[in-house]
């Protein structure tokens, strides 16, 4: 995949904790903090805001010279203009006491509106994060610990990759296409830029060189009247699944903010499946629900649901689940979505499975009969 990314909502697990589980299954979440700590992982910002692995960061680092239009980087720089003093102070602090939090400095204030306001400090550390003068050291109870970027590259696991740093834009931006296609397994031109947010969007013409040195290859997919491109790694995959050999056999549910379903558009094509976060947008106007976990069975995506842990009282609650209307609920299917929310519910710590309703009504009833049978 190359990139994780992160986002702070634990309604259930954090995005790249989901992320990880949706494909290893039951593994130790503290892995990816003591990953981020022993340097093997970076933080930076890529699609987001991103763990990426450490070979990956120089690439990132170098292409940060062209990200001075990105919304983020452009905040932080304004913010350095109008509160130079209290920043500079800042990072001179860090310097001389070491790495800090931002709950390390005075607590937010309530104003008269009721509303929190963010202390100057975390913004500040941010903005420093943003302009490369800072970064993650590591995370404790997931709130970024921030360290003198020089101090946190000391410890990356491989170095950081001089070379890398010297790439031009156009060997950089071949980087990530060739990336980005081997992570999306089968592309079609216009899916490729949003991966690593590359700009312009990249078009078949900028991938002919690609093609012509063996790099990518084109197929052509059934019902699609455009190229797709797969990487030249993936050529034996690319072989089975022309001969029909290439199986979808797992069943899993994804975060959110999954490479799956990050691309709406790549997921309605690929999949047919319609998707938004809706933690975004107003109550009233949800279809779904506020953390709603798109459901992946046998290489479709054929439902999904809205999930809510609760830990104190090991209850995985679903407050509602859904299935595609052209999907339909085989014994397969609700065996393999059964043993895929039980498995989830147990990494939440919450075993208990609370199923509130289902559409079709249906699959609720032979859900819970599965799940009090185990």
């Given at each position: 995949?190359?990139?994780?990314?992160?986002?702070?909502?634990?309604?259930?697990?954090?995005?790249?904790?989901?992320?990880?589980?949706?494909?290893?299954?039951?593994?130790?979440?503290?892995?990816?903090?003591?990953?981020?700590?022993a340097g093997r992982l970076a933080e930076c910002w890529?699609?987001?805001?991103?763990?990426?692995?450490?070979?990956?960061?120089?690439?990132?680092?170098?292409?940060?010279?062209?990200?001075?239009?990105?919304?983020?980087?452009?905040?932080?720089?304004?913010?350095?203009?109008?509160?130079?003093?209290g920043m500079d102070d800042l990072l001179a602090h860090?310097?001389?006491?070491?790495?800090?939090?931002?709950?390390?400095?005075?607590?937010?204030?309530?104003?008269?509106?009721?509303?929190?306001?963010?202390?100057?400090?975390?913004?500040?550390?941010?903005?420093?994060?943003?302009?490369?003068?800072?970064?993650?050291?590591?995370?404790?109870?997931?709130?970024?610990?921030?360290?003198?970027?020089?101090?946190?590259?000391?410890?990356?696991?491989?170095?950081?990759?001089?070379?890398?740093?010297?790439?031009?834009?156009?060997?950089?931006?071949?980087?990530?296409?060739?990336?980005?296609?081997?992570?999306?397994?089968?592309?079609?031109?216009?899916?490729?830029?949003?991966?690593?947010?590359?700009?312009?969007?990249?078009?078949?013409?900028?991938?002919?060189?690609?093609?012509?040195?063996?790099?990518?290859?084109?197929?052509?997919?059934?019902?699609?009247?455009?190229?797709?491109?797969?990487?030249?790694?993936?050529?034996?995959?690319?072989?089975?699944?022309?001969?029909?050999?290439?199986?979808?056999?797992?069943?899993?549910?994804?975060?959110?903010?999954?490479?799956?379903?990050?691309?709406?558009?790549?997921?309605?094509?690929?999949?047919?499946?319609?998707?938004?976060?809706?933690?975004?947008?107003?109550?009233?106007?949800?279809?779904?629900?506020?953390?709603?976990?798109?459901?992946?069975?046998?290489?479709?995506?054929?439902?999904?649901?809205?999930?809510?842990?609760?830990?104190?009282?090991?209850?995985?609650?679903?407050?509602?689940?859904?299935?595609?209307?052209?999907?339909?609920?085989?014994?397969?299917?609700?065996?393999?979505?059964?043993?895929?929310?039980?498995?989830?519910?147990?990494?939440?710590?919450?075993?208990?499975?609370?199923?509130?309703?289902?559409?079709?009504?249906?699959?609720?009833?032979?859900?819970?009969?599965?799940?009090?049978?185990?």
């Amino acid at each position: 995949m190359r990139l994780l990314q992160i986002d702070s909502i634990h309604v259930v697990a954090r995005s790249p904790y989901l992320v990880l589980h949706s494909r290893l299954g039951d593994y130790a979440p503290q892995w990816l903090d003591d990953a981020l700590e022993a340097g093997r992982l970076a933080e930076c910002w890529a699609h987001e805001a991103c763990f990426v692995p450490a070979a990956d960061l120089a690439l990132h680092q170098a292409w940060r010279r062209q990200r001075s239009m990105h919304w983020a980087h452009k905040h932080a720089a304004r913010m350095h203009r109008e509160y130079r003093q209290g920043m500079d102070d800042l990072l001179a602090h860090i310097r001389q006491q070491g790495a800090a939090r931002a709950a390390d400095f005075e607590g937010e204030k309530r104003g008269a509106s009721g509303w929190w306001s963010w202390k100057p400090e975390k913004r500040w550390l941010e903005a420093w994060f943003a302009l490369g003068e800072l970064m993650v050291t590591r995370r404790e109870r997931f709130q970024r610990v921030y360290d003198l970027a020089e101090r946190v590259l000391d410890k990356l696991d491989p170095p950081l990759d001089q070379a890398l740093l010297q790439l031009d834009h156009t060997a950089l931006r071949e980087r990530f296409i060739l990336d980005s296609v081997r992570a999306l397994g089968v592309a079609q031109a216009r899916w490729i830029a949003d991966y690593y947010r590359l700009k312009p969007a990249v078009t078949g013409r900028e991938l002919a060189s690609l093609v012509a040195a063996g790099e990518l290859l084109v197929v052509q997919v059934a019902d699609w009247n455009v190229p797709a491109y797969v990487h030249r790694d993936h050529a034996e995959l690319l072989a089975q699944a022309a001969n029909g050999q290439l199986r979808g056999t797992h069943t899993a549910l994804l975060s959110p903010f999954d490479p799956v379903v990050w691309d709406r558009a790549r997921a309605q094509a690929l999949f047919g499946f319609e998707y938004t976060i809706e933690c975004y947008v107003p109550a009233p106007k949800r279809r779904y629900g506020y953390y709603v976990l798109p459901i992946l069975h046998r290489g479709r995506l054929v439902g999904r649901l809205d999930a809510k842990a609760h830990r104190a009282d090991g209850v995985f609650e679903i407050k509602a689940l859904f299935l595609e209307p052209d999907v339909e609920p085989t014994e397969r299917l609700l065996e393999d979505l059964a043993q895929a929310v039980t498995a989830t519910a147990r990494w939440h710590g919450t075993p208990k499975v609370r199923l509130v309703r289902s559409r079709p009504a249906s699959v609720a009833a032979a859900l819970r009969a599965r799940w009090r049978a185990s």
